[in-house]
T-cell receptor, first 112, second 118 residues
Framework: AQRVTQPEKLLSVFKGAPVELKCNYS??????LFWYVQYSRQRLQLLLR??SRESIKGFTADLNKGETSFHLKKPFAQEEDSAMYYC??????????????FGKGTLLTVNP | GAVVSQHPSRVICKSGTSVKIECRSL??????MFWYRQFPKKSLMLMAT?????????EQGVEKDKFLINHASLTLSTLTVTSAHPEDSSFYIC??????????????FGEGSRLTVL
């Protein structure tokens, strides 16, 4: 069965410091991986997806199939990055069936 | 981006009653909608996946008779918590997927519904 693991529940860094939020997955096929973010009092929203290979708000994430990881990184954290971050694995399973499984989330706090 | 709206945002009910939560995609057709439960420590648990016009697929451990899901149209899915008990108190979040088949569509999330069962 597919699984997404985010080993850190809490992560605290100072403004300007690099940040890395870890995500590991278990899935035997070709995964679709995403990072979603939830800012305080806001709904969940997509931050980035691995197929896009893009940088959003300074964040990047590289899919490493050998290590089954999709860590989220930013070289210089900002206070407004403080939020809950969820790694998610998307799976197609027959026809139009699609399922998105989330990790437990990492609460990032960027201190001034 | 696309908008998903949930209603009500907060509901308080007595133990034993049933509560319905609606999830609507406002400006796109959602072939698939998902219902999640967010626990106090913020972890998200997928409860079920509903495809328009067919029965919902429930995750292991989720009682389908207790959490009734209906996806009658491409823009509306409902979650009914039947005979609610205090342990059902939680934050329920729906999301809708734009896109069909093997096309990877972004999921858009509703604002969530806080259920409190007294």
């Amino acid at each position: 069965a597919q699984r997404v693991t985010q080993p850190e529940k809490l992560l605290s860094v100072f403004k300007g410091a690099p940040v890395e939020l870890k995500c590991n997955y278990s899935y035997s096929g070709s995964p679709e991986l995403f990072w979603y973010v939830q800012y305080s009092r806001q709904r969940l929203q997509l931050l980035l997806r691995h197929i896009s290979r893009e940088s959003i708000k300074g964040f990047t994430a590289d899919l490493n199939k050998g290590e089954t990881s999709f860590h989220l990184k930013k070289p210089f954290a900002q206070e407004e990055d403080s939020a809950m971050y969820y790694c998610a694995l998307g799976l197609h399973s027959g026809g139009s069936n699609y399922k998105l499984t989330f990790g437990k989330g990492t609460l990032l706090t960027v201190n001034p | 981006g696309a908008v998903v709206s949930q209603h009500p945002s907060r509901v308080i009910c007595k133990s034993g009653t049933s509560v319905k939560i609606e999830c609507r995609s406002l400006d796109f057709q959602a072939t698939t909608m998902f219902w999640y439960r967010q626990f106090p420590k913020k972890s998200l648990m997928l409860m079920a996946t509903s495809n328009e016009g067919s029965k919902a697929t429930y995750e292991q451990g989720v009682e389908k008779d207790k959490f009734l899901i209906n996806h009658a149209s491409l823009t509306l899915s409902t979650l009914t918590v039947t005979s609610a008990h205090p342990e059902d108190s939680s934050f329920y979040i729906c999301s809708a997927r734009e896109g069909k088949g093997l096309v990877t569509g972004e999921l858009f999330f509703g604002e969530g519904s806080r259920l409190t069962v007294l």
